[in-house]
């Protein structure tokens, strides 16, 4: 908290909308903090973001013309089916050491 108001005072006068939205919703941004400091990284980073739209991107780039707006979503649809699939056997860094915390976290809010 005292980090975002050094930040506030910092940019307030040049962001003013920014600086009040993040002000509003300071909790639902931090709420990241809440979790394992293992995992943190994971849940902030929007590298897996990224990297989707760049596997999309350049699976479309490869086809010269697509005969329509469906072929386009269904080459959109089986790359991320295809990303899922890969991603789903693979343990991210971190998790591991992480997962009491994180069992332990969903617990608490659903039980068992």
Do not use: C, H
């Amino acid at each position: 908290i005292r980090e975002f108001e050094a930040f506030k005072e910092a940019w307030k006068e040049r962001y003013p909308k920014i600086v009040s939205s993040w002000e509003e919703n300071l909790s639902t941004l931090l709420s990241f903090m809440d979790y394992p400091s293992e995992i943190r990284y994971a849940i902030y980073t929007t590298n897996w973001m990224e990297r989707t739209n760049k596997e999309i991107r350049k699976r479309l780039k490869t086809m010269n013309s697509l005969t329509s707006i469906e072929a386009a979503e269904k080459i959109v649809y089986l790359t991320i089916v295809d990303m899922n699939d890969k991603w789903t056997e693979r343990i991210s860094t971190g998790f591991a050491k992480a997962k009491p915390s994180i069992l332990q976290k969903f617990e608490e809010k659903y039980g068992k």
